[in-house]
Protein backbone atom coordinates (compact mmCIF):
# COMPACT_ATOMS: atom_id res chain seq x y z
CA UNK A 1 0.00 0.00 0.00
CA UNK A 2 1.64 2.93 -1.18
CA UNK A 3 1.33 6.45 1.26
CA UNK A 4 1.67 10.10 0.18
CA UNK A 5 4.46 10.93 3.38
CA UNK A 6 6.80 13.60 1.80
CA UNK A 7 6.85 16.23 -0.96
CA UNK A 8 9.31 13.57 -2.83
CA UNK A 9 6.18 11.66 -3.35
CA UNK A 10 3.88 14.34 -4.61
CA UNK A 11 6.79 15.03 -7.18
CA UNK A 12 6.72 11.14 -8.31
CA UNK A 13 2.71 11.42 -8.29
CA UNK A 14 2.86 14.14 -10.65
CA UNK A 15 5.96 13.24 -12.62
CA UNK A 16 3.31 10.11 -13.24
CA UNK A 17 0.54 12.16 -14.02
CA UNK A 18 2.71 14.29 -16.73
CA UNK A 19 3.52 11.29 -18.27
CA UNK A 20 0.05 10.01 -19.16
CA UNK A 21 -1.80 12.82 -19.79
CA UNK A 22 -1.02 16.01 -21.76
CA UNK A 23 -3.24 18.15 -19.97
CA UNK A 24 -1.54 17.76 -16.85
CA UNK A 25 1.63 18.18 -18.08
CA UNK A 26 0.58 21.18 -19.27
CA UNK A 27 -0.76 22.29 -16.05
CA UNK A 28 0.75 20.91 -12.88
CA UNK A 29 4.06 23.29 -13.28
CA UNK A 30 1.72 26.24 -12.49
CA UNK A 31 0.45 24.09 -9.61
CA UNK A 32 3.82 22.49 -8.06
CA UNK A 33 4.72 22.36 -5.33
CA UNK A 34 1.01 20.49 -3.88
CA UNK A 35 0.61 20.46 -0.33
CA UNK A 36 1.50 17.56 1.41
CA UNK A 37 -2.24 17.33 3.62
CA UNK A 38 -1.18 15.11 5.91
CA UNK A 39 -3.88 14.80 8.89
CA UNK A 40 -2.51 13.07 12.22
CA UNK A 41 -4.53 9.47 12.05
CA UNK A 42 -7.70 8.55 14.55
CA UNK A 43 -10.75 9.54 16.00
CA UNK A 44 -10.09 13.68 15.25
CA UNK A 45 -9.22 13.42 11.36
CA UNK A 46 -12.53 11.65 10.63
CA UNK A 47 -14.33 14.18 13.37
CA UNK A 48 -12.60 16.96 11.14
CA UNK A 49 -14.23 14.50 7.83
CA UNK A 50 -17.50 14.86 9.67
CA UNK A 51 -17.59 18.64 10.41
CA UNK A 52 -16.57 19.56 6.88
CA UNK A 53 -19.67 17.69 5.67
CA UNK A 54 -21.70 19.72 3.43
CA UNK A 55 -20.64 23.18 4.53
CA UNK A 56 -18.09 25.36 3.75
CA UNK A 57 -13.85 25.16 4.39
CA UNK A 58 -14.06 28.55 6.67
CA UNK A 59 -17.42 27.50 8.50
CA UNK A 60 -15.66 23.67 9.13
CA UNK A 61 -12.55 25.72 10.78
CA UNK A 62 -14.18 28.10 12.92
CA UNK A 63 -16.17 24.63 13.76
CA UNK A 64 -13.00 22.60 14.53
CA UNK A 65 -11.79 25.35 16.53
CA UNK A 66 -14.57 26.06 18.81
CA UNK A 67 -14.33 22.40 19.35
CA UNK A 68 -10.89 22.61 20.43
CA UNK A 69 -10.93 25.54 22.77
CA UNK A 70 -14.20 23.71 24.95
CA UNK A 71 -12.45 20.73 25.14
CA UNK A 72 -14.71 18.38 22.65
CA UNK A 73 -11.80 17.18 20.61
CA UNK A 74 -11.50 13.86 21.26
CA UNK A 75 -13.36 10.78 21.46
CA UNK A 76 -13.70 11.53 25.74
CA UNK A 77 -14.49 14.87 25.35
CA UNK A 78 -17.45 14.30 23.05
CA UNK A 79 -18.63 11.11 24.82
CA UNK A 80 -18.98 13.22 27.74
CA UNK A 81 -20.35 16.85 26.63
CA UNK A 82 -24.25 17.49 26.22
CA UNK A 83 -26.12 17.96 23.54
CA UNK A 84 -25.96 21.86 24.48
CA UNK A 85 -22.09 22.22 24.66
CA UNK A 86 -21.92 20.14 21.36
CA UNK A 87 -24.50 22.94 19.80
CA UNK A 88 -22.99 25.95 21.08
CA UNK A 89 -19.48 24.88 18.87
CA UNK A 90 -21.74 24.79 16.43
CA UNK A 91 -22.44 21.17 15.17
CA UNK A 92 -26.08 20.11 13.91
CA UNK A 93 -27.82 17.92 15.64
CA UNK A 94 -27.32 14.89 12.67
CA UNK A 95 -23.11 15.38 13.17
CA UNK A 96 -23.53 15.20 16.96
CA UNK A 97 -25.70 11.89 16.50
CA UNK A 98 -22.32 11.13 13.85
CA UNK A 99 -19.77 11.55 16.40
CA UNK A 100 -21.53 10.39 19.47
CA UNK A 101 -22.09 7.47 17.00
CA UNK A 102 -18.55 6.78 16.14
CA UNK A 103 -17.17 7.53 19.79
CA UNK A 104 -19.96 4.22 21.03
CA UNK A 105 -18.22 2.16 18.38
CA UNK A 106 -14.91 1.88 19.65
CA UNK A 107 -12.85 1.95 16.42
CA UNK A 108 -9.66 0.16 16.31
CA UNK A 109 -7.99 3.61 14.78
CA UNK A 110 -4.76 2.15 15.01
CA UNK A 111 -5.37 -0.72 13.32
CA UNK A 112 -6.87 0.74 9.85
CA UNK A 113 -3.47 1.12 9.22
CA UNK A 114 -3.24 -2.67 8.38
CA UNK A 115 -5.78 -2.89 5.87
CA UNK A 116 -6.18 -2.17 2.56
CA UNK A 117 -8.01 0.48 0.96
CA UNK A 118 -11.24 -1.26 0.32
CA UNK A 119 -11.70 -2.82 3.78
CA UNK A 120 -10.96 0.75 5.53
CA UNK A 121 -13.71 1.87 3.11
CA UNK A 122 -15.68 -0.55 4.65
CA UNK A 123 -15.31 -0.33 7.82
CA UNK A 124 -15.80 3.49 8.34
CA UNK A 125 -18.56 3.56 6.03
CA UNK A 126 -20.34 1.00 8.69
CA UNK A 127 -19.72 3.94 10.97
CA UNK A 128 -23.02 6.71 11.28
CA UNK A 129 -22.85 9.53 9.31
CA UNK A 130 -19.99 8.01 7.71
CA UNK A 131 -20.45 7.81 3.53
CA UNK A 132 -17.76 7.22 0.65
CA UNK A 133 -16.92 11.04 0.44
CA UNK A 134 -15.92 10.82 4.36
CA UNK A 135 -14.27 7.51 4.26
CA UNK A 136 -12.18 8.52 1.05
CA UNK A 137 -11.11 11.97 2.66
CA UNK A 138 -9.99 10.20 5.83
CA UNK A 139 -7.85 7.12 4.05
CA UNK A 140 -6.50 10.20 2.03
CA UNK A 141 -5.19 12.85 4.64
CA UNK A 142 -4.91 10.39 7.74
CA UNK A 143 -3.72 7.20 6.23
CA UNK A 144 -1.77 8.72 3.37
CA UNK A 145 -2.63 6.34 0.71
CA UNK A 146 -1.45 7.20 -2.66
CA UNK A 147 -4.24 6.39 -4.77
CA UNK A 148 -7.43 7.47 -2.34
CA UNK A 149 -9.88 9.62 -4.36
CA UNK A 150 -13.24 11.35 -3.32
CA UNK A 151 -14.91 11.04 -7.17
CA UNK A 152 -17.81 12.51 -4.93
CA UNK A 153 -16.33 16.01 -4.24
CA UNK A 154 -17.49 18.89 -5.75
CA UNK A 155 -14.61 21.13 -5.88
CA UNK A 156 -12.75 17.73 -7.43
CA UNK A 157 -15.52 18.07 -10.15
CA UNK A 158 -15.18 21.20 -10.89
CA UNK A 159 -11.64 21.76 -11.21
CA UNK A 160 -11.96 18.43 -13.55
CA UNK A 161 -14.85 20.29 -15.63
CA UNK A 162 -12.32 23.76 -15.68
CA UNK A 163 -9.14 21.88 -16.42
CA UNK A 164 -10.53 19.72 -19.04
CA UNK A 165 -13.07 22.09 -20.97
CA UNK A 166 -15.68 19.53 -20.28
CA UNK A 167 -19.61 20.92 -20.75
CA UNK A 168 -20.59 20.10 -17.36
CA UNK A 169 -19.59 18.97 -14.26
CA UNK A 170 -18.68 15.44 -13.94
CA UNK A 171 -20.63 12.95 -11.69
CA UNK A 172 -18.87 10.88 -9.67
CA UNK A 173 -19.19 7.77 -11.87
CA UNK A 174 -17.81 10.29 -14.86
CA UNK A 175 -15.20 11.36 -12.63
CA UNK A 176 -14.06 7.95 -12.10
CA UNK A 177 -13.77 7.10 -15.23
CA UNK A 178 -11.90 10.73 -16.11
CA UNK A 179 -8.84 9.44 -13.22
CA UNK A 180 -8.51 5.88 -14.07
CA UNK A 181 -5.26 6.83 -16.21
CA UNK A 182 -3.64 8.59 -12.97
CA UNK A 183 -3.60 5.32 -10.78
CA UNK A 184 -1.96 4.60 -8.74
CA UNK A 185 -1.63 8.43 -8.10
CA UNK A 186 -5.01 9.13 -7.37
CA UNK A 187 -4.58 11.12 -4.45
CA UNK A 188 -1.55 13.46 -5.88
CA UNK A 189 -4.18 14.42 -8.75
CA UNK A 190 -6.54 15.14 -6.32
CA UNK A 191 -3.97 17.91 -4.30
CA UNK A 192 -3.75 19.00 -7.73
CA UNK A 193 -7.22 19.58 -8.74
CA UNK A 194 -7.69 21.27 -5.20
CA UNK A 195 -4.89 23.39 -6.00
CA UNK A 196 -6.25 24.39 -9.42
CA UNK A 197 -9.67 24.75 -8.28
CA UNK A 198 -8.17 27.10 -5.34
CA UNK A 199 -6.41 29.42 -8.68
CA UNK A 200 -9.62 29.53 -10.48
CA UNK A 201 -11.99 29.94 -7.53
CA UNK A 202 -9.80 31.84 -5.38
CA UNK A 203 -10.90 29.63 -2.43
CA UNK A 204 -10.19 26.44 -0.82
CA UNK A 205 -12.15 23.50 -2.04
CA UNK A 206 -10.94 21.28 1.02
CA UNK A 207 -9.55 21.48 4.42
Not at 66 to 73: C, E, I, S, T
Not at 74 to 89: P, S, T, V
Not at 135 to 146: M, N, Q, T, V
Not at 164 to 191: C, D, K, M, N
Amino acid sequence: MREIRALADLEEGAAHLARVCPVWSRELPALMPLPLRRWPEGFGAIRDAVVAQQISTHAANAISARMVAAGLADEKGIAEADEEALRAAGLSRPKIRYLRGIVAAGVDWEGLRELPDDEVIARLTALPGIGRWTADIYLKFALGRADAFAAGDLALAEAARLLYGLPERPGPAALTGLAEPWRPWRAVAARALWAYYRAAKGREGVR
